[in-house]
C-alpha cells in the first residue's frame, strides 16, 4: 500500500495550494461570493492560466487525464480558502458529462472553451421535488422535428445563473424514477422559454432555479445516446462527492487549526481556554472527524477509477460519514469561539457554514447512509 | 401521583388560548408561523397587548401589577403562546432588570422604573458581556467613576441583543479597580441609551441577521441615583438575575412549537416517493428528538413542581438548561435536513413581511437553514453548556 502522492499530484497540490493562498484571502472571498455572479472571472482566468481547469480531462484538451486524488487535491486546496469559483459545475459536472458522453465535435468545442476558462458550465439536474435521488427526472424531452423540446423544473443547480451553458437532463422514456430513459441536452442561456433565477446560497456558493418551459434544442445539442446517460450521471457526481469530500477536509482542517490557535489565544478566568480540559477534550473530538473524514474522502478517491460497486460503495461512505464528520467539527468550531463564533466578521462562521451544508449536495448523510446498505446488501 | 393537569389549570389554558385568539395580532402570528424577520413594532404591539391584559410580568408579585401565577400557569401561558405563534416575550425589562429593581431597587427607582416597564415606556437591554469578559463576566472592565452626583462610564459592552432598540440598559460596571477580588468593585447601573457618549454599533451575526450590538460608552454622565443598591454590590445583584431568570429557560414551549413544524416538513416532504416523515431513518431521529423532549418536560414540571411548594432548584436549573437547549438545537438541525436541498439557498429578502419575489423551494424552506446557524447560539448564551456542566460538578455534586 502506498499512500504518498506522486510527483506529478505534488505539483497540482503545490500550485493550487498557493494560487489559494496568494490570491483568496478571506476579505477578498466574501467580496467575491457577495458578487452578482458569485465568482471571480480573475481568479477563473488564473485558474485556467495554471492549467487547472483541465485536469480531469485527457492530454489532447490540455488535462493531465488524472483521477481521484487529484480532484480531492483541488478540493482541498478549495475548501481551505472557501473557493467559491464553479470548480465542480463547470469543470468536474459539465467538463465530466461532456468528457464522458460527448462527441468528437463537442468535446472539441466545449472541453477546450472549458479548459480555456472561456465557457462555464452548469449541470441542471435536481427538481423540486427529487430530494437527492440521481435517477428522479421529471423533466420531459420530447423530438420535435430534427431536434427537441424539453419542459420542466430544475432547482438548486450550482451556479446555473453564471453558466454560459446549461446541461439539462431530461425524461424520454420510463417512469419518473427509472434510472433508463434519461437524456441529456445541452441549452444555451439564451435559449427561448428558459428561465434562469439566481440566488446565493447560505454558504457563499451561487445556485438557481431553472424553469425551461418549452425549451427547442437542436439534435446537436443531444449529449451521448438520449435514454441511456444514468451511468455517466452516476460517475461525474462520484466525482463531484470526491471533490466535495476533499474540500471538506480541506475546510474541516482550518476550523480544527483556527479553533485550537483561538484556544491558545482566548483568555477566561485568567487562563487560556486550552487549559481547560473539556475544551481540550472537544478539541481533540474535532481533531478526530477530521481525521476520520480525511480517511474516507482517500478512500472514495482512490476506488474512483474502480468497477461501478466498488466505486459506489466508497462514495456513498465517504459522503455519508463526511456529513456527520462536517457537522461535528463545524458546529464545535461555532462553540468553541462562543459569541464570536457566531459573527459574520469571522472566517470561521462561514468555513462551519460551508461544512454543514456539503451534507445538502450530491445526497446528505441519511441518503447516503441508505444508499450504502444497499450497495452493500448488493455485493454479499 | 398524578400528571394530569387541574381542571383549573385546564380552564386557565382556555382562557389564555381565548385571549391569545383575540388578542394577538393576525400579521404578528403569521410572520411567526412563515419565520419571517420581527420588527420592533411587532414585538411592541404584542408586549402592549400582553400588558393591557395584565399578562406582561408573568412573573411579578401582585403588588407590582403582576397576574399572581404560579409556576405551572407561567408555564401553562408560555405554552399556548408558542403553539399558538406568539413572538417571545423579551426577558430584559420584565423578566430582568424588574427583578433586581424590585428586590434591590430603592422606592424611587420602583415607583419610576416598574410602571414603565409594565406600560413600555421603556425598553430594556442587557449590558453585561464585553469582548474580554464573557464567561468570565466578573473580570468586566467598563469603569464608572463617582464625580459628585454623577457616574462618568467609560467602556465597551457587547452582544447587546436588540440593543438597536432599546431605550435603557442596565450594566455591571467596575466601581473600585483596586477591590481584592474580581467579583468585588462591580455595581448595577442603569443608564439612558440616549445620553450623549453612547453608541450603538450593529453586529452582523452569521446567519446574515442584525440582533446583537456593541454598545460604546465615551465619558458618559449617568446620575448617580440610577446605582441600583449599595456600589460594589452589584456581582449580587448580577447573579441574583440569572438565578432568577427562569421563564423560557427550558424552552419546552418553543422546542414543542418547533416539534410541530418539523413534523409539518417531513408530512410535506417527499423522499422515494414518500413522504419523508414514514422514511425509517428520520421517523427515528424525529421520535429521539420527542422522547428527549418529554423527558426533558417532565423535568421542567418536576422542578416546577417543587418550587410551587417553596424549593429552590439548583443543580436542576443548570440541567433544564443544557437540556433545553441541545433539544432545541437537535429539532432546528433536523429541520435543515427535512428541506434537503433547499437548505442552500439564501433567501435573506424572502423574511422581509410582503415579499412578492420569486419563492425558491417551498414557502417553509426560507428561514430554515438561517434559523439553524442562529439556534447555536443556545449553547452559547445565558451562561454556556460547558459553564452549566462546571456549575453541576461543582455546586451539584460537589466534585
Ligand atoms: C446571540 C447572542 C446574544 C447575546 N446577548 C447578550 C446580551 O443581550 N447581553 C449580554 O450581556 N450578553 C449577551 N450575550 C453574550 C453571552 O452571554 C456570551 O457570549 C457568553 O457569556 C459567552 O462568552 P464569550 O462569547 O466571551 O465566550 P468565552 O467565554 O470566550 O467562551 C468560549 C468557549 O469557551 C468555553 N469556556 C469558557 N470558560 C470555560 C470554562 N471555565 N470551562 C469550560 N469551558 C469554558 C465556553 O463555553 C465557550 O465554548 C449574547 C451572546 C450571543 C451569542
Redesign the interface.
Known sequence: MDFSLSEEQRMLKDTVERLVRETYDFEKRQKIAASEEGFSRDVWGQLAELGMLGVPFAEEFGGLGSGGVDLMILGEAMGRGLVVEPYLSTVVLGGGLIDLLGSAEQKESLLNAVVGGETLLAFAH?E??S???PAHVRCKAEKTGGGWTLTGRK??VLNGAAADQLIVSARISGGH?DEDGIGLFLVGKDAANLKV?G?????G?H?A?IALDGVEVGADAVLGTPGACFAAIEEVMARAIVMLAGEAVGAMEVAVETTVEYLKTR????KALSQ?Q??QHRAVDMRISLEQAKSLAVLAAARLGEPRAVREMAISAAKAGIGQHA?IVG?LA??LH??I?????VPV??Y??RL??I???FG???HH??RFAALSDAAA | MDLNFTPEELAFREEVRTFLKSKLPDDIRAKIKGGKRLVKDDYFRWHKALSEQGWLGSNWPTEYGGPGWDPVRKHIFEEECYAYGAPRILPFGVNMVAPVIMKFGNQAQKDYYLPRILDLTDWWCQGYSEPGSGSDLASLRTSAVREGDHYIINGQKTWTTLGQHADMIFCLVRTNPDAAKPQEGISFILVDMNTPGVTVRPIILLEGEHEVNEVWFDNVKVPAENLVGEENKGWTYAKYLLTHERTGIANVGSSKAALLHLKAIARDQVKNGRPLIEDPLFRNRIAKVEIDLMAHEMTNLRVLAEVQSGGAPGLESSILKIRGTEIRQEITDLARRAIGPYAMPFQSEALDEGFNGEPVGPDYAAPIAQQYFNMRKLSIYGGSNEIQKNIIAKAGLGL
Open positions: 435536481g423540486p421535488d430530494r437527492y435521488e432547482s438548486v424514477d433565477h440566488t446565493p446560497g447560505i454558504d456558493t445556485v432555479e483568555k477566561q478566568f485568567g481547560f473539556v475544551l457537522r458546529e461555532i462553540q462562543g459569541g463564533g457566531m459573527t459574520w466578521e462562521a462561514h462551519a457554514k454543514v451544508m451534507d445538502h449536495l446528505d448523510t441519511d447512509l441508505e
